[in-house]
């Protein structure tokens, strides 16, 4: 169904009260369920796979700033801990997810929270059980160039880095990329512990490329933004930043000057995340040429496509309104994963 079809879908009635695609069906005993995904998304069940029954609304209830017809498309729903998780999209609120329990053949949610917010760049997720026990999810990340480029090119899209899920303590979901990454890691470099004035940029001249892992860890002393500048041009034409912004508790990163040729969304995007007192600021920055993906301590993350000119390589630190203490940076190269 093409997407703007899928936007809309039939008109509901009492006859047929859901929208039907995107299934996603798990095993319970000996009792098939799958959720039909669409606005009014619905539960069916059934004991053999040619032989569905309408069971209901997925949702027990609405949760706040989501309408309950609001369309549940590439859904995932398993368990997580002792709760249940949803991921999905929708094409108004873009990749998101909601934690609750599953029982009496319905979800009852417990809280809601966006994955993207800027537009659906971030998309379709999926995720598997790994052997060792581990939620791993990935997206797919558009292709956000003219279409004779991607076909040019060959190729259009790729997927987000795969990431670890879990909850803590008080079943909020935490996550960051897998362990295995670190395996592509070499010519490791530091950065000694130094301090930013306010309003000022600190270039790192052994820090350079657009693959590029890094670790760092930040104080703002009364900055109001601070964070990295990646993909940096020579002449100042380009940048991407990507940081903390304490006045409006947000994750972010800044793509309005990632492509000199334009090419690319420029916008900013931002995700909700605050500090707590004296909490200082992890950050994982990695970078893929025309991907960034940020990790902020283990609870919020952004990933952007990014298009810079190839002699982009510059990194920068820096503080706006105050100042910031750099308390360690780590940079690694990244070695490709295939040789395509």
Excluded at 247 to 261: E, I
Excluded at 295 to 321: C, V
Aim: charged share 25%.
């Amino acid at each position: 169904m093409p997407i703007a079809d899928a936007e809309k879908g039939p008109e509901l009635t009492e006859e047929r009260p859901f929208n039907s695609w995107d299934p996603h069906g798990w095993l319970e005993g000996d009792t098939y369920y799958a959720i039909f995904g669409g606005k009014r998304p619905a539960i069916f069940k059934a004991k053999s796979l040619d032989d569905w029954t309408y069971v209901g609304d997925l949702f027990a209830h609405p949760m706040p700033g989501v309408d309950i017809n609001e369309d549940v498309s590439c859904p995932d729903f398993f368990r997580m801990g002792e709760k249940w998780m949803l991921i999905c999209i929708s094409h108004t609120l873009g990749c998101r997810y909601y934690i609750g329990e599953w029982r009496n053949e319905q979800f009852y949610p417990e809280y809601h929270a966006q994955m993207s917010w800027l537009d659906n760049g971030f998309f379709a997720p999926e995720s598997l059980l790994d052997e060792n026990g581990r939620r791993i999810m990935w997206a797919w990340l558009f292709a956000q160039i003219p279409r004779e480029m991607q076909d040019a090119r060959g190729w259009s899209g790729t997927f987000s880095l795969p990431r670890e899920l879990w909850l803590d303590d008080n079943n909020r979901l935490r996550m960051r990329p897998i362990e295995e990454l670190k395996r592509l890691r070499y010519n490791k470099r530091r950065q000694g512990n130094c301090r930013i004035a306010a309003n000022e940029e600190l270039l790192l001249p052994n820090v350079q490329g657009q693959l590029l892992d890094i670790e760092l860890v930040l104080e703002p002393l009364g900055a109001t933004r601070c964070g990295v500048k990646a993909c940096c041009a020579p002449n100042g034409e380009e940048e991407t930043a990507v940081g903390y912004d304490a006045a409006d508790q947000t994750l972010f990163v800044d793509t309005r000057r990632s492509s000199s040729a334009g090419l690319g969304v420029q916008g900013i995007e931002a995700g909700p995340f605050s500090l707590a007192q004296d909490e200082r600021l992890r950050l994982r920055v990695l970078l893929d040429k025309s991907v960034i993906e940020v990790f902020a301590e283990d609870r919020q993350a952004i990933a952007r496509r990014i298009y810079p000119t190839t002699n982009s390589i510059h990194i920068k630190l820096f503080s706006q309104d105050g100042a910031t203490r750099v308390h360690s940076l780590v940079a690694w190269d990244m070695m490709p994963t295939n040789a395509y």
